[in-house]
C-alpha cells in the first residue's frame, strides 16, 4: 500500500515536500513516481526514481523538483520548488518492479498507486 501526503495551499514560488510511505514490504527494488493530475487534464508523469537511485524528471519541473528515497523507512519524497500555478494539481505516487526505461514515464505500467494529494498554488 502507497500513502501519498504533504500537499496544500502554498504561494507561486514556494516549496512543498510531498511523502510517499509504503507498507506491506520491503521498498528497496521498487520503481516509484509521483504522476499529477490537474483540473479537467489527464494524469502527467512527474518524476521517478528507480531502485538503483537513478532519476527521470518531466522538463516541466526539471531543476525545480527533486525526488528521492529512503529505503530503511519506506519513503519517497518530492522536494517541490520555485512553485507555479501550473503545478497546482492533485499528485500521486505509484510504485512497481520491472519497468524498463523506455515506460518509466507510462502511468499505465504502476500497478500501486498512493490516493493522493492535492496540491494548490496561488499567486
Known amino acids: 500500500q502507497l500513502q501519498a501526503s504533504g500537499g496544500g495551499l502554498v504561494q507561486a514560488g514556494g516549496s512543498l515536500r510531498l511523502s510517499c510511505a509504503a507498507s506491506?514490504?520491503?521498498?528497496?527494488?521498487?520503481?516509484v513516481g509521483w504522476f499529477r493530475q490537474a483540473p479537467g487534464e489527464e494524469r502527467t508523469f512527474v518524476a521517478v526514481i528507480r531502485y538503483n537511485q537513478h532519476t527521470y524528471y518531466a522538463d516541466s519541473v526539471k531543476g525545480r523538483f527533486t525526488i528521492s528515497r529512503d529505503n530503511a523507512k519506506n519513503m519517497v519524497y518530492l522536494q517541490m520548488s520555485a512553485l507555479k500555478l501550473e503545478d497546482t494539481a492533485v499528485y500521486y505516487c505509484?510504485?512497481?518492479?520491472?519497468?524498463?526505461?523506455?515506460?518509466?514515464?507510462?502511468?499505465?505500467?504502476?500497478?500501486?498507486w498512493g490516493q493522493g494529494t492535492l496540491v494548490t498554488v496561488s499567486s
Open positions: 506491506g514490504g520491503s521498498f528497496s527494488r521498487y520503481t
Open positions: 505509484a510504485a512497481d518492479r520491472g519497468i524498463i526505461l523506455s515506460a518509466l514515464t507510462d502511468d499505465g505500467q504502476y500497478d500501486y
